[in-house]
């Protein structure tokens, strides 16, 4: 080592001076022979000559550089116990270390000094000794280990391989041109100087028959690249692995020997490609190569078409894009008998198509049988339409041995199945979500995650496109896949498929997939279930259904995952209340029932059929003493549908056609009860009267019907009111004790005007009844009044809609009782605006009454009359009760009992009139018709 600095020192010194020493400078030969390092580790000094060239003195000292190591290694493994030392291994490589140190100082130190000192060597043997050099050296660190097990040395390890195998190359050119003869003779004068131990080095060989015999240089030639390669990959070196792969590839092309070649070529080439190297710098090569493959097209077949793809998208100039473009079509017509499978990965470069499942939804549910339907999109890179293509999107079931397994560590998501056969309901549920958030793509190996284990079969679901568009434009195609449903269970997809010409088939596993590569846990999962059979009902219009008249009920029916075969299957429609006042219509009978079979027939898988069911809710205990509500009163039953053996129940709100309020009366020695019908909506349906009966209920004495005063029944139209009137029979009239009554009011329907009942008329078109038992509890009538309507416009009769009217309320006292009594007057909103409500009226001596309110009609019209009550006063009448100007809460009394003559009547109101200028004052016109409405009401009193 100390040699090796002091030689560095001098060639240091001289190179700086002018003039050069001529014992290192003298002659431009290395020395008179090869210097072998064979044959320097037996010389103690260098040779006797009047110059030494620097390559002999680096050789020399090298030399015994590496026996003094081999040395020390033997003398300590001697001395170490056992003969065999457990750390020997790494003593092996650190001396062989040390020895791939020194061999790559020494070629690099005559380098460098070479340089610096302007030596003029002869090139040719130079490279000679360089191959033998690096030969014998990595054979003495063979003596102890292999240079790949030496990770520590790497570097001087690869600098070696890398300088052998350019000096290789260079002695091909003396090997070619035939100028080898000459330095294999002055090889020749440094073997002889190694005597015997030439015998025992491996360069003495290799030299030889590389430079005797051209096929012997090819073979050693790429022997020694090989090697170089495969070291220089084993330490990371893959930039300089790529050259010395290259260099061979040119080597072997200038030898036409272009089937060796290609190999090298190819590996080069894709290399660059999967390193993303810019296609611009590479394209020239890769024409290069391609133009050597298409002498061998069923050879290299998957190349050409890679190599075709990647010079269609990105080569310079657009001819040749089309024209390459060309040629793959060409070829993949050419060979449809072969095969070619291609796996695309999201980090694969160049792609020719691009898949997006963007629109595929994550979660899918059918049934068996059902057409599936998704869409997805397909970008195609290439230059021209894909006219001969296939896709497919393939998903596969995730079996149920899967979902029992422990979860532990498993990427796939496990999922169970629970059907509750109660309640008719399948239950999914996710008890292992997997590391879907987690899973990187390059831990997945080529063939994907399985599903399940290899020993079962599975079963998937292909979506194909069945209408085929004709070709595959350039840029983004959506495309619409179907496949029909078949076994029940959750099927994940597995991968997307695209077929192009029946020869290239490319795969895009689902983790390649770029929504589902950023989110895992988008990867579509398809769930097949059983559908049962069911029955609904469709909303009933308007939201509620009438009772009192026929009504329409649509039923809707589904099949269900399962075809209904029997042609004979029907619904027994009937309702949940055994006591329910429904009846149903009979189609096979004609007639109203308590429940109803309409017939259903065979149905398909997932067909639908609509069912009509007319039903008729009859009216009962409709009646109150108190005033009318605005609105009915809703009441809801039950609907029970049977069919295939089991049983649906719906729940139908219905609202009665009329409202009723009865209130009862004596009149003078009458006893008189009064049932006043409302009808406040615009239903469509205009009532028939037939027949209105009252009947005392009693078992002892026989029924005597009450006599009906408005015996002349009148149909009642919508949004009005209407009043019945009987005389209750005359054993009953003075009677105080409650009496039960029935009443029974028959009626039928039409239609009125443009109203479209959306029922038969033979459906509809029947008698009505609507029964009541009511309990009578007869009150003397105290007053009875009579009211009329008079407009207050000057030489007016009838009444218009916001003008004033005058309300003249007539009273006569049945009780010959002088009192001050409270007259009231109420009225709907909508109908009728009225300021003044109460007021006081004073009774006289001959028992008369009269006072008036000012009403303003509110619609045009039939209105009916407010109503009218009267309250006791507590007000104490004094002299100036005149000038008393509103009525206190506290004066109001009892409410007193009386019969009201103009209960149930109507005013026909018109619409609004424009006053003439020669019209009379109102005040008159006022006072006019008040004297003669008394006049009349006198003679209608006497």
């Not at 272009?258 to 710098?281: C, H, M, N, Q, T």
């Not at 005597?704 to 139209?717: D, G």
């Amino acid at each position: 080592d100390e040699l090796d600095a002091l030689l560095s020192l001098i060639v240091d010194h001289f190179s700086k001076e002018s003039t050069k020493p001529s014992w290192l400078c003298g002659e431009s030969h290395i020395g008179d022979g090869c210097p072998l390092l064979t044959a320097l580790a037996q010389c103690n000094a260098p040779p006797q000559r009047r110059s030494v060239s620097l390559i002999e003195i680096r050789s020399l000292i090298v030399a015994h550089q590496i026996i003094v190591s081999l040395r020390i290694f033997d003398e300590r493994v001697r001395h170490l116990s056992g003969g065999s030392p457990p750390n020997a291994i790494q003593m092996k490589c650190d001396f062989a270390a040390i020895i791939l140190r020194y061999s790559n100082h020494c070629i690099t130190s005559i380098c460098e000094e070479c340089s610096a000192m302007g030596l003029k060597l002869d090139h040719g043997e130079v490279q000679c000794w360089t191959v033998a050099f690096c030969v014998e050296a990595m054979q003495f660190v063979s003596l102890l280990t292999q240079a790949a097990h030496v990770e520590h040395a790497s570097y001087f390890a690869c600098s070696l391989s890398t300088r052998k195998c350019a000096a290789i190359t260079e002695l091909g050119k003396y090997v070619e041109s035939g100028e080898s003869k000459a330095l294999l003779a002055w090889f020749e004068k440094g073997v002889a100087l190694c005597a015997r131990s030439a015998a025992e080095s491996n360069a003495v060989v290799e030299i030889r028959l590389i430079l005797s015999d051209q096929q012997q240089f090819t073979h050693y030639m790429q022997k020694y690249h090989e090697s170089s390669i495969a070291l220089l990959k084993h330490f990371g070196w893959k930039r300089q692995s790529k050259l010395l792969g290259w260099q061979l590839a040119n080597f072997l092309l200038s030898s036409d020997r272009v089937e060796g070649a290609l190999p090298y070529l190819l590996k080069f080439v894709s290399g660059l490609i999967r390193e993303g190297v810019s296609l611009l710098l590479v394209e020239r090569t890769l024409v290069l190569v391609v133009q050597h493959l298409e002498a061998s097209p069923n050879l290299y077949l998957k190349e050409l078409v890679d190599f075709y793809v990647i010079l269609s998208i990105h080569s310079a100039e657009k001819n040749d894009r089309l024209a390459y473009c060309k040629r793959l079509f060409a070829l993949l017509e050419r060979n449809n008998s072969t095969k070619i499978r291609h796996s695309v990965r999201s980090s694969t470069p160049h792609r020719a198509l691009y898949i997006s499942a963007k629109s595929i939804p994550s979660r899918i549910t059918a049934t068996p049988g059902d057409v599936l339907r998704i869409a997805i999109t397909v970008t195609n890179n290439l230059p021209l339409s894909l006219e001969n293509y296939l896709v497919r999107c393939v998903f596969r079931m995730a079996s149920s041995s899967c979902s029992r397994q422990k979860p532990t560590g498993g990427r796939s998501p496990l999922f169970e199945c629970s059907y509750n056969h109660a309640d008719g309901v399948n239950r999914f549920g996710c008890i292992w979500k997997g590391e879907y958030g987690v899973l990187p793509r390059d831990s997945v190996s080529e063939t994907d995650v399985p599903i399940c284990s290899g020993d079962e079969p599975q079963k998937s679901i292909v979506f194909e496109e069945r209408e085929k568009r004709g070709e595959l434009r350039g840029g983004n195609n959506v495309l619409t896949l179907e496949a029909k449903a078949s076994d029940v269970g959750v099927y994940m997809l597995e991968n997307v498929d695209i077929e192009v010409a029946g020869v290239l088939y490319v795969t895009f596993a689902w983790m390649d997939i770029p929504e589902i590569e950023r989110d895992n846990s988008r990867r579509p999962i398809c769930f097949v279930y059983r559908k049962a059979a069911t029955v609904s009902l469709r909303a009933v219009k308007g939201g509620y259904a009438l009772s009192g008249v026929a009504q329409r009920l649509d039923f809707e029916l589904s099949s269900g995952s399962e075809p209904i075969g029997d042609a004979s299957t029907s619904l027994r429609v009937t309702s949940s209340n055994k006591a329910s006042n429904i009846e149903f219509w009979d189609e096979s009978t004609s007639k109203w029932l308590k429940w109803c079979h309409p017939q259903v027939g065979s149905l398909a898988v997932n067909e639908h059929r609509s069912m009509t069911v007319y039903i008729c809710k009859a009216l009962r205990n409709l009646t109150t003493y108190d005033e009318a509500d605005s609105d009915v009163a809703t009441t809801s039953d039950q609907i029970c549908v049977e069919w295939l053996g089991k049983e649906w129940t719906f729940v139908v709100e219905f609202r009665s056609l009329i409202s009723v309020r009865a209130t009862t009366s004596l009149l003078e020695d009458k006893a008189l009860l009064e049932m006043q019908m409302s009808r406040v909506r615009d239903d469509g349906w205009v009532i028939l009267p037939q027949e209105a009966v009252l009947l005392e209920s009693s078992i002892d004495e026989p029924q005597i019907p009450a006599k009906l005063l408005n015996t002349k029944l009148t149909p009642i139209v919508p949004k009005s009111s209407y009043r019945i009137v009987w005389v209750l029979p005359p054993r009953r009239q003075h009677s105080e004790e409650t009496v039960e009554h029935e009443i029974r009011f028959a009626y039928r329907v039409r239609a009125n005007g443009h109203f479209d009942p959306d029922i038969p008329e033979g459906v509809y078109d029947r008698e009505y009844v609507y029964e009541e038992d009511i309990a009578l509890t007869v009150q003397r009538a105290c007053y009875e009044l009579c009211a009329q309507l008079l407009s207050s416009q000057p030489g007016a009769v009838l009444c218009r809609v916001d003008s004033a009217c005058d309300l003249i309320v007539s009273l006569r006292s049945l009780t010959n009782k002088v009192e001050t009594v409270v007259i009231g007057v109420d009225a709907d909103s909508r109908f009728w605006a009225i300021n003044e409500k109460h007021k006081l009226l004073y009774v006289k001596e001959s028992g008369l009454g009269q006072t008036s309110f000012s009403v303003v009609p509110k619609m045009v019209g039939f209105l009916p009359y407010p109503s009218i009550t009267v309250y006791c006063c507590h007000h104490l009448r004094t002299s100036s009760d005149k000038s008393l100007g509103h009525i206190e809460q506290s004066m109001f009394g009892a409410h007193l009992a009386s019969f009201i003559r103009t209960n149930g009547k109507q005013v026909h109101v018109l619409g609004a009139f424009n006053p003439s200028a020669d019209q009379k004052s109102t005040s008159s016109d006022k006072s006019r018709r008040l004297k003669e409405a008394k006049s009349r009401l006198t003679k209608l009193f006497d």
